[in-house]
């Protein structure tokens, strides 16, 4: 999660890994950094095995017990209450940075939910909203049921404005990558001439 004011990076979920931050399919998030030698002793691990199971056996996964799919993990939540415990704590986290960003900003404008679940769990939308309404934030219930185009999906009354942005990571990434492989042939074309 990233905070933005105009157009410049403020703050942002992550620390020095992704491990940090909010929670995910299959990471933790933040944690308490007492816990990593309690884990250590308690599942008699070392620091590659606790790696492993932060990284690819915590977040929702984890604590749910049923899947790093958010989906699953929203269709297992009335007869699980692990599962449930999952999404009460991603929605919380959630929470917790935009108050947290809002502070620091000393208000926002607008909320861009995108990518994986951002962008396509009108559940987690909905529930993240309902919290968020000491900051003027109104979902519109309709809009945020529409799947798969950009839209404003708050009230026109609401505070602060409500988006969906869809996104295309791996054609992100092609481009991150195709800007940086030219810079690199034009930077050795310097150091040549």
């Known amino acids: 999660m990233t905070a933005f ?20 399919s299959t990471r933790a998030g933040d944690l308490d950094a007492s816990l990593f030698p309690y884990l250590m002793k308690k599942l008699n691990v070392d ?9 690819e056996k915590s977040g929702l996964l984890g604590i749910s017990g049923v ?10 939540r009335d007869t699980n209450p692990r599962a449930q415990l999952a999404v009460d704590m991603f929605v919380n986290r959630i ?12 208000g926002l404008d607008t909320i861009v939910f995108t990518a994986g679940v951002g962008e396509n769990s009108a559940p987690i939308r909905k529930l993240v909203c309902a919290k968020l309404g000491a900051l003027g934030v109104k979902l519109d219930s309709v809009k945020n049921e529409v ?3 950009e839209r ?11 988006m969906v942005v869809p996104t295309n990571e791996e054609l992100m990434i092609a481009k991150d990558a195709f800007q940086k492989s030219h810079l690199e042939k034009r930077v050795r074309v310097a150091l040549q001439a």
């Open 152 to 162: 404003i999906i708050s009230q026109p009354a609401s505070k602060v404005k409500v």
């Open 47 to 55: 620091a590659d095995g606790l790696n492993d199971i932060l990284n």
């Open 5 to 24: 004011d105009n157009g410049k990076v403020i703050d942002t979920s992550m620390g020095f890994t992704p491990e940090a931050g909010l929670t995910m």
């Open 67 to 76: 899947s790093p799919d958010m989906r699953d993990v929203l269709a297992a």
């Open 147 to 149: 799947v798969g185009k």
């Open 95 to 106: 929470v917790r940075y935009i108050g947290s960003y809002a502070a620091e900003m000393q």
